[in-house]
């Protein structure tokens, strides 16, 4: 069965760092574009990053410099470190894999599979 689990999610104070985790299994996470999304209570999910098969990243400007997204393919495991936290980036944050190769995207409805989610809090 496929399956994606994030961890890492905590509580912390602004301007403390995160790194988030999450372990794929069930289908080939070497050709998959990854990405991180996040949902703030009451809202939709929004896209916080994307990262190719190549290792090519792109970010949502709200993170950008931020954030770091990355994969270890001999793992199955995308990671996000998160540093500089602020308060509006308090959120579920989601693991999302796009399947079969091809370009990756920032819209929620392309992504195949998705994780159940980690909470991150920032308190100010």
Do not use: H
Not at 6 to 32: H, K, N, Y
Not at 73 to 84: G, I, S
Not at 110 to 124: D, H, I, K, L
Request: glycine fraction near 10%; charged fraction near 15%; include cysteine.
């Amino acid at each position: 069965q496929v399956q994606l689990v994030e961890s890492g999610g905590d509580s912390v104070q602004a301007g403390g760092s995160l790194r988030l985790s999450c372990v794929a299994s069930g289908f080939t996470f070497s050709t998959s574009c990854m990405a991180w999304f996040r949902q703030a209570p009451r809202n939709g999910r929004d896209w916080v990053t994307s990262i190719f098969t190549s290792g090519r990243t792109y970010y949502a400007d709200s993170v950008k410099g931020r954030f770091t997204i990355s994969r270890d393919n001999a793992k199955n495991t995308l990671y996000l470190q998160m540093n500089n936290l602020l308060p509006e980036d308090t959120a579920m944050y989601y693991c999302a894999a796009r399947s079969g190769g091809g370009y990756c995207s920032a819209l929620e409805s392309e992504y195949n599979f998705w994780g159940q989610g980690t909470q991150v809090t920032v308190s100010s």
